[in-house]
């Protein structure tokens, strides 16, 4: 097993795609892939793993998770966020990233919100996530440390309580945002009555 330190580095968790990522000119579905492709390529598990697919967009756009498109190109917004879904699927469901984003595409198309500083903090929070779950993730490995069974299968042991302990993390992380996607659409529906 690497050490804790080669598996955050392996990770490549520091990637993101930041504004100064995204060209100012609207871009062409193939040229949004290459984008995602290029920028989170050392984030894939295998070579065969696709960051993002034509299918994948079209499923974005037809389920309404962000503004439509026009004359087949993105807008910068529209990069932005399909990042932000990018980030958000692999925990939430498409059903919900749309009740989360419903709300922000409308203030985008009714000309009264500009994405761009929004997106500046989102990436600014990404950047202070990482930081915190390098050092939790250390924290992690040395109470699994401290906790693994000596014998014949101890560095398996080790490895299966810090899976565990990793996807028990994330389970918490995913319930706390689905509890946070089901107030604000329990305010929206308050709001509307």
């Not at 990522?21 to 579905?29: E, R």
């Not at 807008?75 to 990233?97: P, V």
């Not at 040395?142 to 101890?154: K, L, T, W, Y």
């Amino acid at each position: 097993m690497k050490n804790i330190h080669e598996l955050m580095d392996d990770l490549h968790v520091d990637t993101y795609l930041t504004i100064d990522d995204i060209p100012d000119l609207d871009l062409y579905m193939d040229q949004v892939i290459q984008l995602f492709e290029k920028k989170y390529a050392a984030t894939k598990r295998n070579e065969e793993e696709k960051i993002l697919t034509k299918t994948m967009i079209n499923n974005y756009a037809k389920g309404k998770l962000f503004f439509p498109v026009k004359n087949k190109k993105y807008t910068k917004e529209h990069i932005m966020l399909i990042s932000m879904i990018y980030q958000m699927k692999s925990s939430l469901s498409i059903n919900d990233i749309k009740k989360m984003l419903s709300k922000l595409n409308e203030k985008i198309t009714e000309k009264e919100f500009h994405l761009e500083e929004l997106y500046k903090k989102y990436v600014t929070l990404n950047e202070s996530n990482v930081g915190r779950f390098r050092e939790n993730s250390v924290k992690i490995n040395e109470e699994v440390m401290e906790e693994a069974i000596d014998g014949d299968d101890d560095l398996y042991m080790k490895q299966l309580l810090l899976v565990t302990a990793f996807t028990h993390m994330s389970n918490l992380y995913r319930r706390a945002a689905e509890k946070l996607v089901d107030e604000i659409e329990e305010q929206e529906h308050f709001k509307k009555e």
